[in-house]
């Protein structure tokens, strides 16, 4: 049976960004994808684990797990933002540009 190659993520992601309302949906998300990513990197950057996140700021795993996947729609309050940096012994810095 002939197998047919799919295209990779790249080749995928670049034709559906050729639609306009695609690209303008996908750069409206770009600023939550970065915070979730930068939350992962930070803890990471600690030698935190996700566990141990959790329990310093009295939640669950799976709430951090959810907090910073890429896949999933759930955005952060600004308490929970301070609290993880804070868990981290960072500080969390806000700016309008």
Same mark, same amino acid.
């Given at each position: #049976? *002939?197998?047919? =190659?799919? *295209? !990779?993520?790249? @080749?995928? %992601?670049? =034709?559906?960004l050729?639609n306009?309302?695609? $690209?303008?949906?996908? @750069?409206?998300?770009? *600023?939550?994808f970065?915070? =979730? $990513?930068? /939350?992962? @990197?930070?803890?990471?950057? &600690? +030698?935190?684990?996700?566990?141990?996140?959790?329990? &310093?700021i +009295?939640?669950s &795993? !799976?709430?951090i !797990?959810? /907090?910073? !996947?890429?896949?999933?729609?759930? #955005?952060?309050?600004?308490?929970? /933002?301070?609290?993880?940096?804070?868990?981290? @012994?960072?500080?969390?810095d806000i700016?309008? %540009?």
């Open positions: #049976m *002939p197998t047919t =190659k799919r *295209p !990779s993520f790249q @080749d995928f %992601k670049a =034709k559906a050729q306009v309302e695609v $690209k303008i949906e996908y @750069d409206a998300l770009a *600023p939550y970065a915070l =979730k $990513k930068r /939350l992962a @990197d930070a803890r990471l950057e &600690k +030698g935190v684990t996700q566990e141990q996140i959790a329990q &310093k +009295g939640t &795993k !799976s709430n !797990s959810r /907090l910073e !996947s890429l896949n999933n729609t759930y #955005m952060p309050n600004l308490a929970t /933002l301070y609290r993880y940096a804070n868990a981290l @012994d960072m500080k969390l700016a309008l %540009k």
